[in-house]
């Protein structure tokens, strides 16, 4: 049996592709997203009854329609981006840093500290630098302490991370604990203590940083001599230490890059948004993130239509379980089945399909 | 106390055995399933809809203890074998990024739980809880030792059962050596005539569809038949117990104890802030994870080929 | 013996991407025989070998055995057909066992590791092998390992068995024990194909030479009717005369002194053991040896990358005249002391260049730290890339093309260039014309010559020995490690080379070692 089947000829076989242009590229992707949509709008026929048209519909509205919408869309984003800032510069490098939640987290626990224990007692201006060095530099340290690890005895970091986010949560509610006496675990809203707001919403100062950073992010790695290393350090590390470049160096002085994006993204959280910390502050933005940097190809300027893109899916789809009075996980099921489009599609970028013409076959050995 | 102590956490164990025997058993063809945690989470909801399912059928009174407990088992572990499906689709398949493929596994599974455990009324899954919690009928008579060994429902076995046949399979058998050598190095795999696709799809399945279960167990089991929104840390906490038991599902026995105990201990101790304590099996499994790198002992270490796609015509 | 036919390959084809590895080849092996695939580097014989294997699929051509036609569509297919090759990068599992490794993938029988390693201890002992069943391969040497990757073939019951430079890892002696070994085999029936560009292997093993050329068959020969000049000719196409203009040294003065250095590797192994010798200035050393005898090692030592357990590397500076010591500096020390010191790493897209990125970026590499402004600058580089394109003719679309785009040659101009833009006063080559057609390895030698001219002193390591006869100007011998003889280029005799190349410890002259040390 197996030698009859051994004659069959393969019907294709694929190889790796050599070069495709950049339009060509973006168009897979963009076919990609369109496809996930329809596929979801399929899905909601087949399985909600609800008229695809008006599903997408729903989505735009709940994107888009109020203005207050339209700020609390880009708020999530901005959050989002920043988050996804962060990873950028250690996943160039090829490290994979799963942990942006438990950074975030412990960033936007540390300004929570600040303004518990010095809220009222020092000028605001004074607390307003206390708090954005406190979670610079703690969501610094948690991003560092792997890096050390991994610089030092190669120890596998996509799993240290990854452990760091639950040793990160249970301080959080360690810290809750001691700070509520009540017992409730919920830490109430510090509104007084937040940081200045200014511009056309309250949510304007947020997405101003996180603009600014975007663009200090692109030119960091795109033209400054670090972000030089970190993309040599990352396409190989036996180049980096033929030209000199101090490896070790290289990865914690980005990690501790991003642990400090980090340490902002959760001083915006928590400082900016929602004067309190929880340990569901993050929302899993840590981990979309890495989504949503990884399908930018670690470009920043990239990043901001990811990172729309996943945004625009969060609201749109609750807007649906609302509408359609399904329920909210509604939403997590459409990103996801965009993310496995989006990432699915990478294949046809990398790698084309070739028939074999010569004899026929029936399917693939 | 001290009995009631070790058998909740024999029990919470066991939730985490089947979680990380699965993802041992992921890993060890070289796959690094970030999805568990959603995939415990579709396990569970598949077999509380499916008993549901079941219940509506042949109405409350008349359920077949053993139908009862056997439909939600093959359903459980037929829609999270179903994620792993998807997860080696689009690595294996489509040689997508391992790491950002189980992350969206973990959201898509998550979601598709959520979603489905509302489908159904909590009255027709939850009952069943005492078909699955039912221990041996001569334990009581036997004291603490019956309580001990005896008293536990069928999960709790067929976790140390699955463990068991898992780590025989590794180590004295063929297909466990085949498998071991795909994750280590599949191109040498490949060389040796290995079908390094099917171990790699079989073995997420399979490891997927296990790590399922152990997503029922906590419903059914742990929580009598609740639902609850924690079961994805259930899963990130077994991702951790695959490091701390270096890749051995027999150690996992013990290892799965110990973390059962380790989160369970603050229920056991009053007065102090019991998080710090819950903190604990991760920081024990950060620990192991730094000393088996600086021991550097080649046999401790992930599988060689973890987290990396194999494409044959590389170069 | 009436001779029948075992395999035979008709116009097989295979491309990656814009690349044609074989072109229309055409191979016939026959029943107990030992058959020499020979070739340049980059002539496509792995690839070929790989297609019969089964790692890859040809793009077009028919392989047929015992002249039935088959699809090897996976190694798998290839055992089936009794087909099996011992690769040049071992495929073992390095937590594995000898035994685990070779019945590896076997699926006929019980599985009982206890039998198979009484079967694998006798096939051991029919062919003449040492094999501990039980050992780790990590805890093996190069030779022990290919030894289990043999013994995995033959396991197999393979009546083909390809063997890709098997030579390449290993001492003199036990290159000789595996050529007896192999004898045995054909005698035993087996048709054996070994891939290789050492001319005196061939003669002194095989029964038959096919050549490859560019990734084309160019013949097949009879190896009792040819010699070394003809196969020579059949491998790069025509006859070799290899004139390189070699100018006479001028004002030659010590560069660089380097004196019994000795490196260990991790695992404790003696890499180098009390290398001393002498570069000039305006001087090409060229430096002799069999693959693995330290050749990388004692470079990347002098380049700063490798620390070294004692020894003295010093550099003599030609502008002041003072000596400066190197032992122990980093790249960046080494340059931060005035000494431009240049290198040619074997490892072009792995080490010399990042292939992801482009010509310009590339070029960045040893430059990117110039200025104390945080950001790059791209201006310089750029410039640079577009006068090396122009000089030494790269064949690219332009700039900004990812350099692993290119064809090897180009490749390699592009770090030359990029190492020669600054101009150094040390200049380390390794293997430099490793995979490159005629023309472009010429394009490299002048280059060489040129910079020599200038007064460089460059460090050269070679293969080729008629290459390193005629480029050198001096020829630094050394065997595993250890320095066994300097010679003059001019008056070099290859028999000589090879024989101080594979010298045993026992046979080796101390006079000869002294002679060098200063």
């Known amino acids: 049996m197996k030698a009859k089947e051994s004659k069959r000829e393969p019907l294709f076989h694929i190889v790796r592709r050599d070069h495709m242009p950049t339009w060509n590229r973006m168009l897979i992707r963009v076919l990609a997203v369109l496809a996930a949509l329809i596929f979801c709008g399929i899905l909601m026929v087949a399985i909600f009854h609800i008229d695809p048209f008006r599903f997408y519909r729903s989505m735009l509205d709940g994107a888009f329609k109020t203005p207050r919408r339209r700020w609390y869309l880009l708020q999530s984003m901005s959050i989002l981006l920043c988050i996804s800032l962060a990873v950028t510069p250690a996943f160039k490098m090829r490290f994979w840093n799963i942990g942006a939640e438990g950074q975030t987290m412990v960033g936007g626990l540390a300004t929570a500290a600040v303004m518990f224990y010095l809220g009222g007692k020092i000028p605001t201006p004074l607390l307003f630098v206390a708090m954005i060095a406190a979670a610079i530099l703690s969501a610094m340290i948690w991003a560092l302490i792997p890096a050390v690890f991994k610089a030092r005895w190669n120890t596998n970091e996509t799993l240290f991370t990854l452990m760091m986010n639950y040793v990160a949560i249970q301080l959080v509610t360690f810290c809750i604990g001691n700070w509520v006496k009540s017992g409730s675990g919920i830490l109430a809203p510090m509104s007084k203590y937040g940081l200045p707001k200014f511009g056309p919403s309250d949510y304007f100062p947020n997405i101003l940083t996180v603009a600014v950073l975007t663009v200090l992010m692109f030119v960091y790695l795109r033209y400054s001599k670090h972000g030089y290393e970190i993309s040599v350090v990352g396409e190989s590390e036996n180049t980096a230490r033929y030209i000199g470049i101090n490896v070790k160096k290289v990865i914690l002085r980005t990690m501790a890059l991003s642990g400090a994006l980090c340490g902002i993204a959760g001083l915006l959280l928590v400082g900016g948004t929602n004067y309190t910390v929880s340990t569901s502050i993050v929302d899993n933005q840590g981990f979309t993130a890495i989504m949503v940097s990884w399908l930018a190809k670690f470009n920043p300027i990239f990043m901001i239509l990811t990172s729309f893109l996943v945004a625009f899916l969060q609201a749109g789809t609750k807007q649906v379980s609302t509408d359609f009075r399904i329920n909210e996980s509604i939403s997590d099921i459409v990103t996801a089945i965009l993310l496995f489009f989006i990432i699915g599609c990478e294949f046809f970028i990398q790698y084309k399909i070739l028939f074999n013409h010569r004899q026929k076959g029936s399917e693939q050995a | ?315 | 013996m009436e001779k029948t036919v075992a395999l035979e390959l008709r116009h097989l084809t295979k491309t990656f991407g814009s690349v044609t590895a074989n072109k229309n080849v055409d191979l016939t092996v026959y029943r107990g025989e030992i058959l020499a695939i020979l070739g340049e580097n980059g002539s496509g014989k792995t690839t070929l070998m790989n297609m019969i294997s089964g790692l890859y699929y040809p793009d077009s051509g028919h392989i047929l055995i015992g002249g039935e036609e088959v699809v090897i569509g996976s190694p798998k297919d290839a055992f089936r057909y009794k087909i099996g090759m011992v690769h040049q990068h071992f495929k073992l599992v390095d937590v594995f066992s000898a035994a685990e490794n070779i019945t590896l993938g076997m699926k006929d029988g019980k599985f009982n590791l206890k039998e198979a390693k009484k079967k694998i201890s006798e096939t051991a002992s029919r062919y003449g092998f040492l094999l501990d069943p039980d050992k780790r391969v990590y805890q093996m040497s190069v030779s022990e390992k290919q030894t289990v990757e043999i013994v995995k073939v033959l396991y197999r019951g393979a009546e083909i068995l390809i063997l890709d430079e098997p030579t390449a890892v290993l001492t003199p002696q036990e290159t000789e024990k595996l050529f007896d070994v192999l004898r045995r085999m054909r005698d035993d029936g087996k048709s054996i194909i070994i891939i290789t560009h050492k001319l005196h292997e061939v003669l002194a093993l095989t029964d038959r030479v096919a050549v490859l050329r560019k990734g084309e068959g160019v013949g097949t020969v009879n190896t009792a009717e040819t010699n070394e000049a003809e196969l020579t000719e059949l491998m790069v196409g025509k006859k070799v005369s290899l004139n390189i203009e070699r100018s006479e040294p001028k004002n030659c003065v010590d560069r660089l002194c380097v004196s019994h250095l000795t490196l260990t590797d991790r695992e404790g192994r003696k890499i180098l053991s009390d290398i001393s010798f002498t570069a000039r200035s305006g001087e090409i050393l060229g430096i002799a040896g069999i693959a693995g005898s330290g050749q990388r090692e004692l470079l990347e030592t002098v380049a700063g990358l490798q620390k070294p357990d004692a020894g003295a590397i010093s550099y003599l500076d030609p502008t002041t005249g003072e000596t400066v010591n190197l032992l122990g500096k980093t790249p960046v020390q080494i340059r931060d002391l005035g000494v431009r010191l240049s290198f040619v790493p074997e490892d072009r897209l792995g080490m010399g260049l990042v292939g992801n990125m482009n010509i310009i970026d590339n070029m960045m590499l040893r430059s990117y730290r110039k200025g104390r402004s945080a950001f790059l600058n791209r201006k310089d580089p750029k410039n640079l890339a577009e006068r090396i394109i122009e000089s030494l003719e790269i064949v690219t679309p332009n700039a900004v093309t990812p350099v692993r785009r290119l064809s090897g040659g180009n490749v390699q101009k592009v770090l030359v260039g990029r190492e020669i833009a600054s101009s150094p006063t040390v200049l380390m080559v390794a293997y430099p014309v490793r995979g490159l057609d005629i023309n472009s390895s010429y394009t490299i030698y002048n280059l060489l010559n040129r910079q020599k001219e200038s007064g460089v002193s460059i460090l050269f390591v070679g293969e080729d020995l008629d290459v390193l006869i005629g480029l050198c100007d001096r020829i630094l011998v050394i065997n595993s490690g250890r320095v066994t003889g300097i010679v003059d280029g001019r008056n070099a005799e290859k028999g000589e080379i090879g024989l101080l190349m594979t010298m045993t410890e026992s046979r080796r002259n101390p006079a000869e070692e002294g002679r060098e040390k200063q």
């Open chain 2, 1 to 315: 106390m001290i009995i009631n102590f070790i058998f909740s956490a024999v029990r919470l164990g066991m939730t985490l055995l089947f979680g990380s025997t699965g993802e041992t058993i992921t890993e060890k063809s070289g796959h690094l399933n970030l999805g568990i945690p959603g995939i415990m989470c579709v396990g569970a909801a598949c077999g509380c809809v499916s008993e549901a399912l079941y219940t509506g059928a042949v109405g409350q009174g008349n359920a077949n203890r053993i139908l009862a407990v056997l439909i939600p088992i093959v359903a459980s572990f037929l829609g999270a074998a179903f994620l792993g499906v998807i997860y080696s689709f689009l690595t294996v398949t489509l040689r997508a990024n391992q790491n950002v493929t189980g992350l969206a596994l973990t959201t898509f599974g998550v979601g598709v739980a959520n979603y489905l455990i509302k489908t159904v009324e909590i009255i027709k899954y939850s009952y069943a809880s005492s078909f699955f919690t039912a221990g041996f009928p001569f334990a009581a008579k036997l004291g603490g030792f019956g309580k001990l060994f005896f008293s536990y429902g069928i999960m709790v076995y067929l976790a140390i059962a699955i463990a068991l046949i898992t780590s025989f399979v590794f180590n004295k058998t063929r297909v466990g050596l085949h498998l071991r050598a795909v994750g280590e190095n599949p191109a040498t795999a490949d060389a040796a005539g290995i079908n390094v696709t099917a171990y790699r799809y079989l073995a997420t399945m399979i490891g997927s569809g296990i790590a399922g279960l152990g997503g029922l167990c906590y419903v059914m089991d742990n929580l009598n038949g609740n639902w609850e929104y924690v079961i994805d840390a259930m899963g990130w906490l077994s991702i951790a117990l695959v490091i701390f038991t270096v890749w051995k599902p027999s150690l996992g026995i013990l290892g799965s104890i110990l973390f059962g105990a380790l989160y369970i201990a603050s229920n056991y101790i009053s007065g102090t802030n019991k998080a710090l304590l819950n903190m604990l099996p991760y920081v024990v499994t950060i620990l192991v994870l730094i000393t088996t790198s600086i021991r550097n002992k080649k046999e401790h270490h992930p599988p060689a080929g973890l987290g990396l796609n194999y494409y044959r015509e590389e170069r």
